[in-house]
């Protein structure tokens, strides 16, 4: 009887037609668990560092515009990468902390940001049922920067060439030129909304550690005011140390030594966005199924 089954199969072409409907359609499910997000991200931007010891301060809100490509390997994890433009700022003279209004030090820097990550979904995003879900991420990013500040005229100075700590000098070799290129390690999480069947809005908040505490040009102590002003000018002086420019200075440059910031901990910065992307499949391996002359038990 078996050889009988086999041969009508074999000569029917029903044995060929279910295996290659098998096939198929775990194809089609494997292949249907995967989706793309594609979009714009947009928000606000902060700094956290030695001229801003607060994670949510009063000032220094800066927008922040990207773009965002997500691809899920399964409803739940997903790997991400994006391109963002923004800008950081902060100031001494808006500090709560008395000591640091006498330093009087400022920056700002525009950020050019790079970053691939791996996100994970709570809860599937369905379209018939699951519309939401809570969502972390992790990864590694590249970032450029290049601080700078204005000088006792107004004009707009960038602070690297100045080596206001001493920086590249052959007197302080341990003091070596910071890179303006570097690395940072984006975490955080948010909310996701599945709008409709192909839109999904994003509300994220991510945090970025960098490698790096010369984000605000600011990271150990002073150097020697006569070193400094013979190998970098009196420009790199006076960016050095403002004291002199805020009320109720005392006309005396600090010592050699004198901590100006805090090196045990590097600068990060941080987003609070909300993104709008386009969700969506590749329909192939379903469209194959379909179109398949399938046994009418698997249709």
């Known amino acids: 009887m078996l050889s009988i089954s086999f041969v009508f199969c074999r000569k029917t072409g029903f044995l060929k037609r279910i295996f290659l409907s ?91 940001e790079l970053h691939a990550a791996l996100e994970i979904n ?11 879900t809570p969502y972390i991420f992790g990864g590694i990013s590249a970032f450029y920067f290049n601080p700078y500040a204005t000088d006792n ?41 599945l709008m409709g069947k192909r839109m999904i809005l994003c509300v994220e908040m991510g945090y970025r550690y960098t490698n790096t505490d010369y984000l605000d040009d600011v990271s150990k102590s002073y150097v020697d005011l006569n070193v400094l002003q013979a190998n970098r000018g009196t420009l790199a002086a006076q960016m050095s140390y403002r004291g002199n420019t805020a009320s109720g200075w005392n006309g005396t440059y600090p ?19 909300i993104s709008l992307c386009v969700f969506f499949h590749s329909r192939s391996f379903e469209a194959d199924y379909i179109n398949t002359k399938c046994p009418k038990v698997f249709r």
């Open 122 to 132: 709570f809860r599937p995003i369905e379209v018939k049922k699951k519309k939401f």
């Open 22 to 112: 098998l096939c198929l359609l775990f194809s089609a499910q494997l292949y249907a668990q995967e989706h793309h997000e594609l979009g714009i991200m947009g928000g606000v931007a902060n700094y956290y560092g030695d001229l801003q010891p607060s994670l949510l301060p009063s000032y220094g809100y800066k927008p922040v515009a990207g773009i965002l490509y997500k691809y899920f390997i399964s409803p739940f994890i997903g790997l991400r990468c994006g391109a963002t433009y923004n800008s950081l700022t902060a100031s001494d003279s808006r500090s709560d902390i008395a000591a640091d209004r006498a330093r009087n030090l400022s920056f700002s820097t525009t950020v050019y």
């Open 153 to 193: 005229a107004g004009n707009k100075v960038f602070l690297k060439p100045l080596s206001t700590e001493g920086e590249g000098l052959s007197m302080y070799p341990d003091r070596k030129p910071y890179s303006l290129v570097n690395m940072a390690f984006p975490i955080g999480g948010g909310l996701k909304f």
């Open 255 to 273: 010592n050699y030594g004198v901590a100006r910031g805090d090196n045990q901990a590097n600068d990060w910065y941080w987003y609070g966005t």
